[in-house]
């Protein structure tokens, strides 16, 4: 059964949106109309694969376009709402608590 996916991304410094969501898109991330940096898309993995691809393919997203912060929210289906604040010295996202 699909799970809807809503991504909401808080970059700072972003070099190139055009790249930036030509990968999202290409990853079946769609931007939401009329909402700036908001995407949604379907999933039908365990929630646990579908963090790890949202997370992963942001993260290549961002590193194509070149950025200086970033913050991501994103909601799977009914589960809570998580957040995420890329730390440039790690190299990751690295969760933080609602």
Known sequence: MAMHVVLIVEVEGLKSKEAFEKHLKKEGFMPILDEEFAYEGD????????????????EKGLKKSGFNACKIMFQVGENPMEAYLYNLEKDIFEEVKL
């Open 43 to 58: 999933t039908s993995t365990h929630l646990f694969s579908t963090r790890a691809f949202i997370l992963e393919v942001t």
